[in-house]
């Protein structure tokens, strides 16, 4: 098929949707053509509030011209200055954008932070909460997004690098009066700007075949298919 997508409004793709592609082809074609979600519980709302703390902290130093403690001596260059474009690459409901003409599809994340190395590179950086400290294979989960966020800022005419930065935070004690004191890690990505291309026009080809069968590994569709 070589027809362009047909919806009232222009569909868009994104870090998220594009797990579920790589979960069940079956499940993100249904919520992206017919609009049939998987059922999801309450979104736990301390990582956003934890985003916002850390993008108020990096905004500081941005303003100051220096580099937060948690980068500094780790990364060499200095935070992204357009705050202009940066809070609408931030706006989950508009973010980094790009459209592919072919099929009218768009792609769309919602970037956390920037940071731009001393060659001029322009490097994602995301913040992530959690519980407990690192595995060995923890960053891997977030491989296609920051691949993803990479490919965004080259189609938006944006000099890119071949890593993505990921800081993870996890709490380690609780020092009274709500103070609590947080382990950093900083982990680099090595990124791919083809491998998100590469994602993103699977995912478009998927959405324009017909229906995927069900997946025999996905908990979703076998409990449809068992209760049905």
């Not at 998987?38 to 303003?63: E, W």
């Not at 580099?67 to 200095?78: A, F, R, S, W, Y």
């Not at 966020?149 to 944006?158: C, D, F, H, I, Q």
Request: aromatic share 12%; proline share 4%.
């Amino acid at each position: 098929m070589n027809e362009k997508i047909e919806h009232s409004k222009r569909v868009f793709l994104s870090p998220s949707r594009l797990s579920l592609f790589k979960e069940c082809k079956r499940c993100f074609w249904q919520e992206v053509n017919k609009g049939l979600r998987r059922p999801s519980g309450a979104f736990p709302s301390l990582p956003g509030g934890m985003d916002i703390a850390l993008k108020k902290l990096f905004d500081k130093h941005r303003l100051n011209g220096c580099l937060p403690v948690e980068i500094q001596n780790k990364l060499e260059g200095h935070l992204f200055s357009d705050m202009q474009k940066l809070n609408l690459w931030r706006n989950n409901f508009k973010g980094l954008q790009y459209i592919d003409e072919d099929t009218g599809v768009g792609l769309r994340g919602a970037l956390d932070d920037l940071f731009v190395t001393d060659d001029g590179c322009h490097i994602p950086l995301d913040f992530k909460t959690r519980g407990f400290p690192l595995k060995d294979n923890t960053a891997d989960y977030y491989q296609h997004q920051m691949n993803l966020y990479s490919y965004l800022l080259g189609k938006n005419g944006m000099k890119v690098g071949n890593f993505a930065c990921l800081l993870f935070y996890h709490p380690t004690e609780a020092e009274g009066n709500g103070r609590f004191r947080f382990a950093v890690d900083l982990v680099k990505v090595k990124t791919s700007t083809q491998d998100a291309e590469k994602l993103f026009k699977d995912a478009i080809e998927t959405l324009r075949g017909s229906e995927p069968d069900s997946d025999s590994n996905c908990g979703w569709c076998n409990w449809l298919t068992e209760y049905r």
